[in-house]
């Protein structure tokens, strides 16, 4: 039985799941090609997901207009994200029920749509590829030093979500945090952000690790 998806225990996965709005078959299917890992027994367990699949729900709801499809051929994916894909992603944004929480935006006001595979490494404008983030989040992200394999984008989206969902209270005693949540005081933010970002530096050497043994096996 699988004890962790990478460096996060299962349990926690599975909430992470949850929180990206996944049903069963997104689910096993996101894991196999970002960490290729088989999970579909542990779905049929312990992931009580929406029975529909999201994206294809909003999609159906709201097609894409004849316009914003012929602006495919003659714009760049810049542009048209800029254009068209923006005003999209908030209309999802506002259509998915993410509750009272954004796991990204904690003690900070999301501000950036990020593309989670980059435009630059072929990534696209698609709902799947964009997450609503702070600039803090969104800088921290793109320090991934394999920025340019799609695996590793998406594992870190996953990793920083579960340290500010599920390693809060691990990471106050590592780091000897003094928090008061008080939600106005610029040092907590960045204490914070020190300890975060310190995190996402040990996750990023772990992956660089990960691939540099599997080239070394290759070769």
Known sequence: MLSKIGPIPLTEYIDC???KNFNRDMAVKY??????KDISDVAKLHIFLVNSNV???FEKQNPIS???IQALKTYNPREYFSHYTCRRFYKFFAFIDVGEFD???FLMTAEHIHHIYPLTYGG???LENLIYVSEFNHKLLHKNPL???EKYDFQAIDYLWYLYSKKLPELISKYNLKLTF???SSFIKNQFKNCIEEEMKIFYDYIVALENNKQQKYY
């Open 66 to 68: 004849k316009t914003a």
């Open 55 to 57: 994206y294809r729900e």
């Open 17 to 19: 799941l949850n929180a």
């Open 182 to 184: 008080d939600k106005s």
């Open 103 to 105: 796991q990204l935006t």
């Open 124 to 126: 696209t404008n698609k």
């Open 31 to 36: 894991t196999k090609k970002i960490y290729d």
């Open 147 to 149: 920025e340019n394999i």
